[in-house]
């Protein structure tokens, strides 16, 4: 959640330049993925081996 919070203090400016967040496969779980699409954003990612 540390990480997603990091991008959401900022969400205001990063939602002026684009809805889509792109990330690598170590932040697709479920906790980071919700918190970044409950503030309107989306995900572009690589699932993770354990997905």
Do not use: G, W
Not at 29 to 48: D, G, M, W
């Amino acid at each position: 959640m540390q990480y997603a919070n990091s991008i959401l203090r900022h969400k205001d400016a990063l939602a002026k330049l684009s809805k889509y967040i792109l990330v690598d496969a170590y932040f697709s779980k479920e906790p980071f993925v919700t918190a970044i699409c409950n503030q309107q954003f989306e995900i572009i990612s690589r699932l993770r081996k354990d997905a």
